[in-house]
């Protein structure tokens, strides 16, 4: 989809997209009387409400358009920078329903008008909910459903520089949100280790050095955690390393994601029902190289480092036990109380690595690692378990700007014995109490891999792949983590 700027409005476009804002409902009055009647009828038949997101579609007698889309913005003192995004999300949405390639908007300007926000933040807010919106998944459609957009032109007087870099800087987080969403839905047939390793070293650049442990090296280095989860898979485990050099010159923070390719739960096998989606049990994995890729391209002044620990959690003769004792990369036993909770075993190696070899003194990592996160918060949130709140705050903070939203949970002492182990040291799931506070108990799990280090685990199983889509989400692969990291990385 083509973004383009224009001084007024772009008479050649089949759609024109009109913004209203509730204080302003004769807006259009003197710039057309036939609109203005219109919207007026419209508005006493109720098909047509000054809330934010109601749409009313009318034509324009002498004009030019093929079809007005009214759009409404609610109140203006009420506008955030998300309703810019779904505002966006509105017409894309409109254009993909009745087919229409190309559309001009003033809605962009009026927003400018109400003075809330910068140019910067509009451009990157609207653009984000145009790109966004696009992805669709259809690839393995004979014929896509939908036609892709060719141009959508924004009327604007401002700033026409910073309005610019804003619709640059969101294109570039958008369009690689949409990278990851696609890594997601590929099948799990396709996105094995060695795939993830392939778009992982696509990345390689002056900025992003990506190094691959293989099967061997991980032996060499003990990591068992990795090694053992993938042991029932003909697909070899790895851990991949991405080192994003910006030039920052404060702490180093690791992303690490956690990449099992595709997840049957193992030996404790997923019943039907519960298997059909675990292709998405790679979304942290993806979501990092998406991260470092949006990183890389807005050339953040920052260092990086991803860190992804991927294999297969599959059955066959050699697969890992119920009962089975591993001794983990930083030297702690783990008893394998259920095969199921594969992620948590992959993750700690990976955390331990980024804390002991690339001293990272701060660790983000973004799973998909339990089911517990969707009962508690549903689809819209992903669960934030941290060891040190002041980061877990910030994240939040990024999370509200981004709309990629996370919710912190509790780090009490009381969950902190939940995985002791007994004749080793610890265990995958609670000894104690089967089925409590799973997400916690995943997180602080994690937290037992850390020795001094920040960790923060964000747990996406929820918001990672949706069977509905909502907004500028679409259903299947959300990309959930990248905006998310991205805002924290801006600040
Ligand atoms: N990959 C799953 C979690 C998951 C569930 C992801 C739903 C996406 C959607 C994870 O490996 C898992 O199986 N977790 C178990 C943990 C339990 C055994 C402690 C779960 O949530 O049931
Ligand atoms: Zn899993
Ligand atoms: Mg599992």
Redesign the pocket.
Known sequence: MKIIVELGLDTKQELLALGLFAEEQEAYANQNPVLDSELKKATKRETFKSDFGSAYVTKITNSTYDKVLVLSLGKKSELTLEKIRRAASRIVRYMQAANIQGATTNIVEMIAGAKLFSPIEIGRSFSEGLVLSEYVFDKYLSKPKIKKIDAVVISWQGDKKEFEKGIASGRIISENTNYTRALVNEPAEYMTPEQIEREALKLKSKNVKVTVLGKKLLEKEGMNGILSVGKGSVHEPRLIILEYNGGGKEKTTAIVGKG?AF?S?GLHVKPYGAME??K??MAGAVAVIGTIKTASDLGLKKNIIGLIPTCENMINGEAYKPGDIIKMYNGKTVEVM?T????RLILADAITYAEKKCKADEIIDLA?????V?VALGYYTAGLVTNNKELGEKLVLAGDASYDRVWMFPFHEEYQDMVDGDASDLAN?SKKQDRIA?TIVGGVFLSKFVDKAKLAHIDI?ATA?LKEGKEYNPKWGTGAGVRLLTYYFME
């Open positions: 099992i997840d739960g989606e675990m998405c049990d259920n199921d909770a594969e992620g998909t690692l339990t089911g517990a969707v799931i799973g199983a792949y």
